[in-house]
């Protein structure tokens, strides 16, 4: 047996990075505006928003030069920055956008769970429509107990775990940004914010259309969800019941997490 090379060629390794500050602000903001205490046309004082993060104010416009890139902020040259507003032209771009990425995603689970149902592993199938199943359940409870914001958390994470499911970086990332851009409309209604009533109704029928494999049904079933939402954000126009809670008009702003600069 050859003794081994004293040195050994090793493969390449990517370094591992801690989160920086400026990922850290970024987030920040990003749950700022998911949860509401950013609202639409709500401004960003830059100056206070640094001090009460501690982080400099270079590494806070370099964390919102990414949200204005992912149209999360509006940057008005000479007024700043701001929350974007999800006017009728862009919230019905946005929407085709969003059905281009969750179609997608729909198509790669389905065609997945058909594999899996020739091959005679239900259990297998099972495994990778719990999250959504368990999603779905938390839908109810919420709807149940009235508390609409956490029904409409419970129904944008349905949504990202689709993307998470089909196992597709690029979805996942896109529906990252999608929700936020979702939550904006939401706030966005004048009459407050509003989950459908039914909407573990439409839910159940996307996961009874996953389940058979049914891409095509289960696309269909995206289109008149997301075609509702877009109707009812952009014009007011309700087709289905919606519930409010009139509580979620008034936002007495973020409180920032203390960062530091390193």
Not at 121 to 140: G, H, I, S, W, Y
Not at 151 to 179: C, K, P, W, Y
Request: with cysteine; net charge negative.
């Amino acid at each position: 047996m050859r003794p081994r090379q004293e040195t050994v060629q090793l493969p390449m390794m990517q370094p591992i990075r801690r989160p920086s500050i400026i990922d850290q602000a970024e987030l920040e903001l990003r749950n700022a505006i998911y949860f509401g205490d950013l609202r639409p046309g709500d401004t960003i004082p830059e100056v206070q928003v640094s001090k009460q993060m501690g982080i400099s104010r270079s590494s806070l416009r370099e964390a919102c030069q990414r949200l204005v890139r992912d149209g999360l902020l509006t940057q008005i040259p000479g007024r700043g920055l701001f929350v974007t507003r999800m006017d009728a032209e862009t919230m019905s771009d946005f929407i085709d956008y969003r059905l281009g990425i969750e179609m997608q995603a729909a198509s790669i689970v389905a065609d997945r769970i058909t594999a899996l149902r020739a091959a005679d592993d239900a259990p297998a199938v099972q495994e990778l429509l719990a999250p959504l199943r368990d999603t779905l359940e938390r839908t109810r409870q919420a709807l149940a107990a009235e508390e609409v914001i956490e029904a409409g958390n419970a129904d944008l994470d349905l949504h990202q775990q689709l993307a998470e499911i089909a196992r597709n970086r690029f979805l996942v990332s896109a529906m990252s940004t999608i929700v936020i851009l979702t939550r904006m409309g939401s706030f966005s209604d004048p009459l407050g914010f509003g989950v459908r009533a039914d909407i573990t109704t439409a839910h159940e029928k996307l996961l009874d259309a996953l389940s058979a494999g049914d891409g095509s049904r289960a696309r269909a079933v995206l289109r008149e969800t997301l075609q509702e939402l877009a109707g009812r954000l952009r014009s007011g126009e309700h087709t289905q019941r919606v519930v409010r809670d009139p509580d979620l008009l008034e936002s007495d702003g973020p409180e920032w997490t203390t960062l530091t600069d390193q």
